[in-house]
């Protein structure tokens, strides 16, 4: 199974990106699907998961402006990020936790100027 991610680039804060996360096999087959980024300097952490069911979980510092969603039809799941503040530049990768090993895919960098 493969990963693409894309959808980064330079934005100002206050701006929108939506990331795209392709997966190369039927997504229904994955029951959770995460996003999770690494900014300069620091450990990766935890943004979102998308459950098969739906269900959305976000880490604290992204509620209410971040929204993780899936079309299994298309293999995708998306995060849509709004309101973008500097301290969300990071490499946005999308990942799936539960396989074994887990799959991550190549990343994309996303950079927001103040």
């Known amino acids: 199974v493969q990963l693409q991610a894309s959808g980064g680039g330079l934005v100002r804060t206050g701006e929108s990106l939506r990331l795209s996360c392709l997966s190369s096999r039927r997504l229904a087959n994955w029951q959770n699907v995460a996003w999770q980024r690494q900014a300069p300097g620091k450990q990766r952490e935890w943004v979102a998961t998308?459950?098969?069911?739906?269900?959305?979980l976000y880490t604290d510092s992204v509620k209410g402006r971040f929204t993780i969603s899936r079309d299994n039809a298309e293999n995708t799941v998306y995060l849509q990020m709004d309101n973008l503040k500097p301290e969300d530049t990071a490499v946005y990768y999308c990942?799936?936790?539960?396989?074994?090993?887990?799959?991550w895919g190549q990343g994309t960098l996303v950079t927001v100027s103040s």
């Open positions: 998308s459950s098969a069911s739906g269900r959305a």
């Open positions: 990942t799936i936790p539960a396989a074994n090993p887990p799959i």
